[in-house]
């Protein structure tokens, strides 16, 4: 009895020192990715865009702090993710192009090029789950691009804080980080959707192409479609005002639809605290409202259907991906 129960703690003891199979493959597929040329070149380009966003709010940083009024309503970390003198946009503007990118070069080829160097059987041949595989793709690349935001960020805050000498407040902190969340899970979404890509087609090129194409459809050409549409429902009498209102609304909708809409929607309100709403306003929302900077609170519920519709959309396409990987053929 006293052996039989030896045996049974060093098989305990030995399975919670072996690893989980996924985090296994987690390992490996980060490792994976920092050794890639694709991701050390988006890598440099983000941090050259970062730098040159962030020198471009530094070099105007003494004109910034001098035209407000309230010292209590600076927040000047803040103004470095959010002003620009022109020559460059900000960082959240450059995020919402490049982070696609990043998303889309680091999954398109997560299933079809396993497959097509015929190392998928050999990996799912081994005593691991169908589901696992997917899951290490997805899971890997999210940590890495949730590690590369959160230190973009400390580097923000540390370099304000060595160039001003002014500590960051709480309300500054809470705005800068979740505006780093949004910036993964948005990233997220182009990674589900290129992974989903990647087990429709079995040509690495096919899914990138069709990715490429998609991000271009709602990031250029959606927009001019809807706005098409706009001009020509819009009544000729000026006088119609509630209808105008009407169709602006039901357009702005639309734009919902695209997921760099919602990214824009989202960073634009949490890292200016003087937006007060999204869409249009009539006259009657506009009276009596005090020009005021919003606390993180009300902001962050101004952009909660923002924030929601990109946290589902990345879900949703991870689970089609799922769904249409679990029910594929492997072997042909």
């Not at 050409?221 to 429902?233: D, Q, T």
């Amino acid at each position: 009895m006293e052996k039989s129960t030896n045996t049974l703690s060093i098989y305990t003891s030995r399975h919670r020192l072996c690893p989980s199979p996924v985090w296994v493959m987690v390992r490996k597929e980060i490792s994976g990715h920092i050794r890639s040329w694709k991701f050390i070149v988006l890598l440099v380009l983000i941090l050259l865009t970062y730098w040159g966003s962030l020198l471009v709010s530094m070099s105007d940083l003494r004109s910034i702090t001098s035209s407000i009024k309230d010292p209590e309503s600076l927040f000047i970390y803040l103004k470095l993710l959010t002003h620009t003198n022109g020559s460059l946009p900000p960082f959240h503007v450059f995020m919402s192009f490049l982070g696609p990118l990043l998303g889309i070069s680091l999954g398109f080829d997560a299933i079809n090029s396993e497959k097509q160097n015929g190392t998928l059987n050999r990996i799912l041949a081994q005593p691991v789950y169908r589901d696992n595989l997917l899951l290490s793709k997805f899971v890997g690349v999210w940590i890495l691009v949730g590690a590369l935001m959160l230190t973009l960020t400390l580097l923000m805050i540390g370099t304000g804080t060595i160039l001003t000498g002014i500590i960051i407040e709480m309300e500054e902190l809470w705005r800068i980080l979740t505006h780093a969340l949004i910036s993964v899970f948005y990233i997220g979404l182009w990674l589900a959707i290129a992974i989903l890509l990647s087990v429709v087609f079995h040509q690495p090129a096919t899914s990138a192409l069709t990715a490429i194409a998609i991000w271009l459809f709602f990031t250029v050409f959606y927009e001019v479609i809807i706005n098409l549409a706009v001009k020509a429902m819009i009544p000729d009498n000026p006088l119609q005002a509630s209808a105008q209102y009407e169709i602006y609304q039901l357009a702005f909708n639309f734009l919902r639809l695209a997921p760099s809409q919602l990214y824009t929607d989202a960073t634009t309100t949490l890292l200016m605290p003087s937006v007060r709403s999204l869409g249009p306003v009539t006259m009657d929302q506009m009276a009596g409202a005090i020009p005021t900077n919003l606390p993180f609170k009300e902001s962050l519920m101004i952009v909660w259907s923002e924030v929601s519709g990109l946290i589902a959309a990345t879900f949703v396409c991870f689970a089609l991906a799922y769904y249409k990987f679990m029910r594929r053929e492997i072997r042909t």
